[in-house]
């Protein structure tokens, strides 16, 4: 089950909304946990978000170098992650979703011009 | 339970074995006795090798056998999830007496295979890459308080020393050596504001909890409480921590002013002074002063963590919850030695486990009562 795709070049996380209150969840639930309705389509979310919390891990962990930063971000549409940070990025930040589809994995950076994905 | 700790010749089975004859004989029961159990373990599969039938293995070795044995899996909130389920099988009165046991086996001579199990307690769908989330998340939560002024690093400090003595007093506890504010303070940077030796590590252990049904009206160490739940979705409703001690207060007919003791799910110790206001021992923002005060040391009003709490006693995962269990057991009837709580009639007990949609994946609440001399 894929996470992220790529659209015309911008990165998109999968997910689900409901269609019955518009609630919005990562990854798709089959039943929406905000009010139980059962017709939740597939809908692709991001790439903007914000951060609420950040923090600077230094342990490493299969796949990861230390030290790195991990934080919660809440996407535009509403669904909070607990993600991978491109670097430091306090609470309020804007970010925006980096995906790589060959291997599946994402990541937020900080909002600028010209960093909207990377692909190795 | 057995001296949680690194054991890497003691298997799985060998911990449960010692666990299990600790507690019957405590009981004055016999494996013959047992008419139902519960084994929780949630590392076997991936640390072990052992992914399915775990409590038929390590029970038979313990010479129980010929009855139901269920297989509990709840991450951190395994032992308790054990103990639930047996406190209903009792309740139920199908059985008389029933075992709930609670196994983890972490030092498998490589911590990286064992951090990477342990990640499991998550949504891997959602988590996988993403990196060591657990202690990331107790580190944001504790940044929030220190960047509002609620808390400071030297609350960090002193509650780390508080579990680190306490565990000094712990003939269980992995790790028994006191430590200053500024040995924590200046240990090696973990996340944020958490440093080596505010966090649980790995280890090795097993604890077990036999109960029996008995007659209301009774004496002896009673459950008055016991609670389990699911976590919430997107922070839709009530937390697992805050429900399952909501619940449980609502069930014992008792408040936090009643506690004389608590054990609580410290996996980080600073993670005691969030429990210190969901348990409604102060009002929130008050869990600087409460410990300060010296309310929560042995001696206080409401000692919390008397054993040493996860970081000192150690954290073999499914054997935690009921590791707080035995605690209580000794401090409800007075054998907690050097660490014994005077005047213990009411405790309670919190454990909860993993991550998932924005809330803990599992709690569970349970209040014990001496209800000798009633």
Same mark, same amino acid.
């Given at each position: ?9 911008? =990165? ?49 962990? =299969? ?25 430091? =990025? ?31 | ?71 509990? !899996? ?102 028994? /050596? ?16 958490? /440093? ?41 409703? !009530?937390?697992?921590?805050?429900? /399952? ?38 009002? /929130? ?88 001399? !009633?």
């Amino acid at each position: 089950m894929a996470r992220v795709r790529l659209v015309d070049g911008q =990165a998109r996380l999968l997910g689900g909304r409901c269609s019955q209150c518009g609630h919005a969840t990562v990854p798709r639930r089959n039943a929406c946990p905000s009010c139980h309705g059962e017709t939740v389509g597939e809908v692709e979310l991001g790439p903007t978000g914000s951060v609420i919390s950040s923090v600077e891990l230094y342990v490493p962990t =299969a796949g990861v170098e230390a030290p790195y930063w991990v934080g919660l971000v809440k996407l535009s549409e509403g669904p909070t992650l607990f993600t991978r940070l491109a670097g430091a =990025a306090g609470p309020g930040s804007a970010v925006e979703l980096v995906v790589e589809p060959e291997t599946d994995s994402y990541w937020f950076a900080a909002s600028q011009a010209g960093v909207e994905t990377a692909s190795s | 339970m057995t001296h949680f700790g690194k054991w890497p010749e003691v298997p799985l089975r060998a911990m449960s074995s010692e666990a299990v004859s600790a507690s019957l004989a405590d009981a004055g029961v016999s494996a013959a006795d047992v008419e139902v159990a519960f084994f929780a373990n949630s590392l076997g599969g991936l640390l072990v090798g052992q992914e399915a039938l775990r409590g038929e293995v390590c029970l038979h070795d313990a010479g129980i056998f010929g009855i139901p044995i269920v297989n509990v !899996e709840n991450a951190c909130a395994g032992g308790a999830t054990a103990l639930w389920s047996a406190v209903r099988a009792v309740r139920s009165g199908e059985f008389r007496v029933a075992l709930a046991v609670g196994a983890e086996k972490m030092f498998v001579g490589d911590t990286q295979r064992t951090l990477a199990a342990l990640q499991t307690a998550a949504d891997v769908a959602t988590t996988q890459g993403q990196g060591l989330q657990f202690v990331a998340l107790y580190a944001m939560r504790l940044q929030q308080r220190l960047d509002a002024g609620l808390l400071t690093k030297e609350h960090l400090a002193l509650v780390t020393r508080k579990g680190k003595a306490n565990g000094v007093e712990n003939e269980y506890a992995q790790f028994r /050596t006191a430590m200053t504010d500024a040995e924590i303070l200046g240990g090696r940077v973990i996340a944020g504001p958490l /440093t080596l030796p505010m966090v649980s590590g790995i280890s090795d252990g097993a604890a077990a909890v036999v109960v029996i049904g008995r007659p209301s009206g009774s004496s002896g160490v009673c459950v008055t409480a016991s609670v389990l739940s699911s976590g919430s979705v997107d922070g839709l409703g !009530e937390t697992v921590v805050g429900t /399952t001690i909501r619940r449980a207060y609502l069930e014992a007919g008792v408040g936090p002013e009643d506690l004389d003791v608590a054990e609580v799910h410290d996996a980080v110790s600073p993670a005691e002074l969030f429990r210190y206001e969901e348990l409604g021992l102060c009002g /929130t923002g008050e869990a600087g002063a409460l410990l300060e005060s010296g309310a929560t040391a042995v001696g206080g009003r409401i000692p919390v963590n008397p054993s040493g709490g996860l970081t000192a006693r150690g954290h073999p995962v499914a054997a935690t919850g009921l590791a707080q269990i035995a605690e209580l057991t000794w401090q409800l009837t007075g054998r907690a030695g050097r660490r014994q709580v005077d005047g213990c009639r009411v405790a309670l007990a919190q454990n909860s486990g993993g991550w998932i949609d924005g809330d803990t994946g599992a709690g569970s609440v349970h209040i014990l009562q001496n209800r000798s001399g !009633e």
